[in-house]
């Protein structure tokens, strides 16, 4: 079955970088959009980045572009999400995300990893 | 950027149907003739779960007590006979164009 587990997180301060990973198994990753969500706990749901199967092709929340970098090691079956310049607005719960191919909906989600920027 | 938005609260009862609705600011009609509109449901302290897709399309292993309805800029997830491990917050979720954006969620609990 699908699984998506995601590592990295911390506690990290203002101004810093941080770079989490998501491990993906039980499907061709290599084929699959993959995404990066993120919840402030206790909060909504906020859409981060996506990579398109080969790595090509990136989109980004506005308020990261420029900070944050999605890449893929397809060997590795790994999605990664690179923060640079983290603010305390960075705080949350980041996911990563399997993508339902042309359906463009997100059906596997991993169970998350806590990001916090504190001095 | 598109705004989704949703009705905070739903309290409902065991055995009877609810529907959560969800307004987008604009058309979710994609170029390509298709609306990407899906629903997720989130238990507390778990991932969300992707529920319906494209409107109304079940995904995989969902019961057949959830149903997604609406078009352009209005819909609506039913859950007919709600159970108890229903409760939790249901978002919606637009990917008709970049960023994509979710609704803030709506909370059912059991009344």
């Known amino acids: 079955q699908v699984q998506l587990v995601e590592s990295g997180g911390g506690v990290v301060q203002p101004g810093r970088s941080l770079r989490i990973s998501c491990e993906a198994a039980?499907?061709?990753?290599?084929?699959?959009?993959m995404h990066w969500a993120r919840q402030v706990p206790g909060k909504g749901l906020e859409w981060v980045a996506r990579?398109?199967?080969?790595?090509?092709?990136?989109q980004y929340l506005d308020s990261v572009k420029g900070r944050f970098l999605i890449s893929r090691d397809n060997s590795k079956s790994t999605v990664y999400l690179q923060m640079n310049s983290l603010t305390t607005e960075d705080t949350a719960v980041y996911y990563c995300?399997?993508?339902?191919?042309?359906?463009?909906?997100?059906?596997?989600w991993g169970p998350g990893t806590l990001v916090t920027v504190s001095s | 950027e598109i705004v989704m938005t949703q009705t905070p609260l739903l309290p409902v009862t065991l055995g009877q149907s609810a529907s959560i609705s969800c307004r987008s600011s604009?058309?979710?009609?994609?170029?390509?003739?298709?609306?990407?509109l899906s629903w997720l449901h989130q238990r507390p302290g778990q991932p969300p779960r992707l529920l319906i897709y494209?409107?109304?399309y079940r995904f995989s292993g969902v019961p057949d007590r959830f149903s997604g309805s609406g078009a352009g800029t209005d819909f609506t997830l039913k859950i007919s006979r709600v159970e108890a491990e229903d409760v939790g917050v249901y978002y919606c979720?637009?990917?008709?164009?970049?960023?994509?954006?979710f609704g803030q969620g709506t909370r059912v609990d059991i009344k």
């Open positions: 995300a399997k993508d339902l191919g042309e359906r463009w909906a997100l059906d596997y």
């Open positions: 039980g499907f061709s990753f290599s084929s699959n959009v």
């Open positions: 990579i398109s199967h080969d790595g090509i092709y990136t």
């Open positions: 604009q058309s979710l009609v994609n170029s390509d003739g298709y609306t990407y």
């Open positions: 494209q409107i109304s």
């Open positions: 979720m637009q990917a008709a164009q970049f960023p994509w954006t």
